[in-house]
Nanobody, 126 residues
Framework: QVDMVESGGGLVQAGGSLRLSCAAS????????MGWFRQAPGKEREFVAA???????YYADSVKGRFTISRDNAKNTVYLQMNSLKPEDTAVYYC????????????????????WGQGTQVTVSS
């Protein structure tokens, strides 16, 4: 069993910043890769950012230059620093982890990940 506990969501004015955290606990995870996804009301869940086990990072075009994904392996925690927030960033944000090596580069695919957090709400007002 792997538990993913998210925190850091909230309400912020446009142009402001938030930092999301996701801490994993339970059994050890082999060669973990981490990802962030988000889902707005009435819309499909979409990819935001990924941090692979090899140290590569990937971002959706809509957040490049504004969001930064990072990780602290000693704390089994992944972070998402969100700057210059826009109303269209409003969504429930989910963290995810993949266990094990993969040859796939589809870090934007939900099917690549094995465990998911419960989600945390981010609301950006105009």
């Amino acid at each position: 069993q792997v538990d993913m506990v998210e925190s850091g969501g909230g309400l912020v004015q446009a142009g402001g910043s938030l930092r999301l955290s996701c801490a994993a606990s339970g059994r050890p995870i082999t060669s973990p890769s981490m990802g962030w996804f988000r889902q707005a009301p009435g819309k499909e869940r979409e990819f935001v950012a990924a941090f692979t086990w090899g140290g590569d990072t990937y971002y959706a075009d809509s957040v490049k230059g504004r969001f930064t994904i990072s990780r602290d392996n000693a704390k089994n925690t992944v972070y998402l620093q969100m700057n210059s927030l826009k109303p269209e960033d409003t969504a429930v944000y989910y963290c995810a982890v993949r266990s094990g090596f993969t040859y796939s580069s589809r870090w934007d695919s939900q099917g690549l990940y094995d465990f998911w957090g419960q989600g945390t709400q981010v609301t950006v007002s105009s």
